[in-house]
């Protein structure tokens, strides 16, 4: 019997694996990923400010925050099916209004945004991790989860091109409507196999140990009542709030590029981020990986070396050469957000209240990664120049790993004093 519960349990979890990397790339690496590519035909196609148009993405950051909250307590008790499956129905059909635009619109970019972002945030940043916490165990969680989200890298690497070349041949509402179908291919998946919780289907984690195949109510962990008030979730929730500051450079290295090299530096501006987002994917290859070997703490100190050194290299960077080395390994950083942080709440507290720890550490990341571009942007104009806040990046970054590091001290005795089988 056990034999044929372990099959299935395995077969379920690998559908449950290429769910989620369809989720990725066609949620998560199309929406935002591939967000360039509408930035750069839309607002002028329809007559709009930049500014104006672009409001709808700090409005999904600010609502993602929200949307990450709710998600720990709605997928819980709904389940993810019904959850995700609602979502996505949603972000589509905000997709779609995209293609109504036109110059009378202003505030309603920012509806669109806000809309996109309590949806997206539930599935975009949060399900990923939380459905490959529950389908797999700890010893071989770290490389499906990086595969896993290494999949909205290859979405931001292929769609912004696909849908650039749709555009220029049958108008820029045919790419939304593409990139709305493709969100529904999610629902392949999310109706069928999606389940928060192996047990409630008489299953378990697929390479888990034996004190991780028990009921839901019996995994180990520290429970939510006693891991929130404590100095280890402080630090945590600050770690992850700073790590996604780095990711707010995001869109700002191909404008960095033409301060740095010129305006006839435009079409090579584009090819970094390619560079970065193909960074990024082996980042999440190699560290779902490594963290598996050496421990979710080293990976997140090399991933955080190699973000400051690239914060360094890039304030000083003069040549196309430099900025397109620069550009690889700072696509790199977004790893720590995609691996380090869902693999930081499950080494510090377990999977009793993982749902919920992770919500709340996704909700820090949510309120940086939509505040960090006006920072940048405030320090560019302050200075006329990136290098400034590329280097108060690199301090940013120093001060997080430090946090995060701190954080496993009173992990460690909170976990001795209220670690529950």
Known sequence: MSTDIDARSKKRAMLVFVGCCVMQAFGLGTVLNSSSAFFAIVPAAVGVDMGVFAMWITCYGIAALFGTFFAGILIPKFGAKIVIS???????????????????????????????????????????????GAWFGK????????????????????FPLVFTSLSTVMGWQSAYYLNAVLLLCILIFSLTVFCEDPAKIGLHAFGAEEDEMGESKSLPGVPLKFALPTLAFVLLFLGCTLSAFPGSFNSFVQANAVEVLGPE???????????????????????????DKIGVRWLTVILYAILIVCYISFSM????????????????????VTISVPMLAREHFGMKA????????????????????????????????????????????????????????????????????
């Open 354 to 421: 993982y749902d919920k720890i992770l919500s709340y550490c996704m909700m820090g990341v949510g309120l940086c990664g939509s505040m960090g571009a006006p920072v940048i942007g405030i320090i560019f104009d302050m200075t006329k120049t990136y290098s400034g806040s590329f280097l108060v990046g690199a301090v940013i970054a120093a001060v997080a790993i430090v946090i995060i590091l701190l954080s496993f001290v009173p992990a460690k005795k909170v976990k001795e004093a209220h670690w529950e089988a």
């Open 317 to 336: 960077a003069s040549t196309e050469m430099a900025l397109m080395v620069t550009a690889f390994f700072f696509g790199m950083n977004n790893a720590i």
């Open 86 to 132: 609602f979502d996505v129905v949603v972000t589509a059909l905000c997709v779609v209004a995209f293609t109504f635009a036109d110059a009378t619109w202003t505030w309603q970019f920012m509806v669109i945004g806000a809309i996109m972002g309590l949806t997206g945030g539930m599935y975009f940043l949060y399900a990923t991790p939380l459905l490959m």
């Open 265 to 291: 530096a435009l079409i090579f501006s584009s090819t970094l981020m390619i560079a970065l987002q193909v960074g990024y994917i082996i980042a999440s290859l190699v560290g779902g990986i490594l963290v």
């Open 139 to 158: 010893k071989v969680l770290g490389r499906y989860l990086g595969i896993a989200q290494l999949m909205s890298g290859v979405g931001g690497a292929l």
